[in-house]
């Protein structure tokens, strides 16, 4: 990529000249009306626009003109390998530049986890998604603790349905700890899998994305797709399947070596968790903690604790996050 100085009426430009990009990439840099630009805009607190398949940006006093570069390419290499770029995306490689983390981000790691029902690519949007979803690929059982927003469970899910539909498992199980803030389940009515659902309604939204309404209610009548209470997993042992664990910070310490120990042969296991919303009266009585801590650096299982800057909600979310972290 070429970069030229050029200077007009007392405003100094940086050019970029894309020439050896094409109409569609640069539009894609854009964004759509011109959501990308105006991003960048925000981030550097300058003016950015295209003219004539160059990418200009206003230099002022506060400019790094390399951070400039580095966030230009990194866009592009996102464009190179997904065909996509979003103000979201461009909002995150300007934070990592902001940091001089930027040597770290790698676009080819972000590689699809899953289709969706329309065909939609599900993409890690973060380094660490991105280090989540390969130790999903390399690991049998995972661990993955962040906070709400991280794309922990949803991701889960991806991974578990692309390894049904690809016939790698027979089935996918759901399960979490049904009791939450001190209400039992007994309390709820309807039978089992009705008293289950409302727990489970984030991976049942999950599900019903990638898969569509129809299959995964014919998949759960199949017994395909399992859903059951974190008790129920007690004198079981699990084969051929993908089997996640979510809000998993709410499982005992013995809820947690009974779940893992109902490992059998090719079976993976995606425990999820937020250790910064335990409910359960003891946070040390936490599974999920202690697990985190005493099965560290074991061959064939992977802890992954993603941050902050993983959060891929409305960013809103991460400044409440932090707001609330500080208060905490």
Request: aromatic share 8%; with cysteine; proline share 2%.
């Amino acid at each position: 990529m070429q970069i030229f100085f050029l200077r007009r009426k007392f405003v100094s430009f940086l050019e970029f000249d894309c020439s050896d990009r094409t109409f569609e990439e640069i539009q894609i840099f854009a964004g759509f009306q011109d959501s990308n630009l105006e991003m960048l805009n925000k981030c550097f607190k300058s003016v950015f626009m295209i003219r004539d398949q160059k990418i200009k940006v206003e230099v002022n006093d506060t400019l790094d003109t390399h951070k400039v570069e580095e966030v230009i390419d990194a866009c592009f290499s996102i464009i190179d390998t997904q065909h996509r770029l979003n103000s979201q995306d461009v909002n995150y490689i300007c934070s990592l530049a902001s940091k001089n983390r930027l040597k770290d981000f790698k676009a080819h790691q972000l590689q699809a986890v899953c289709k969706t029902k329309t065909g939609k690519m599900i993409y890690p949007k973060t380094i660490g998604q991105a280090i989540l979803c390969d130790a999903m690929r390399h690991n049998e059982i995972v661990f993955a603790t962040g906070v709400a927003g991280t794309g922990k469970t949803y991701l889960a899910v991806a991974y578990a349905v692309n390894m049904l539909k690809s016939e790698r498992v027979e089935k996918i199980i759901l399960t979490r700890p049904a009791v939450e803030a001190g209400e039992s389940l007994g309390f709820l009515p309807g039978d089992m899998k009705e008293k289950v659902d409302p727990y489970l309604r984030p991976l049942y939204d999950a599900l019903n994305e990638m898969l569509g309404l129809e299959t995964v209610e014919k998949y759960v009548e199949k017994q395909v797709i399992e859903i059951a209470p974190l008790a129920f997993m007690r004198g079981r042992t699990l084969n051929d399947a993908v089997v996640i664990l979510d809000e998993a910070q709410n499982a005992t310490c013995a809820q947690m070596k009974m779940f893992l120990t109902r490992m059998g042969k090719n079976c993976k296991m995606v425990v999820t968790g937020d250790v910064t919303q335990i409910d359960l009266i003891k946070k040390k009585d936490s599974g999920l903690m202690q697990a985190c801590t005493i099965l560290d650096h074991i061959d064939g299982i992977s802890i992954i604790h993603l941050e902050n800057s993983d959060v891929v909600r409305n960013p809103l979310v991460q400044k409440i996050i932090e707001r609330y972290a500080k208060v905490e």
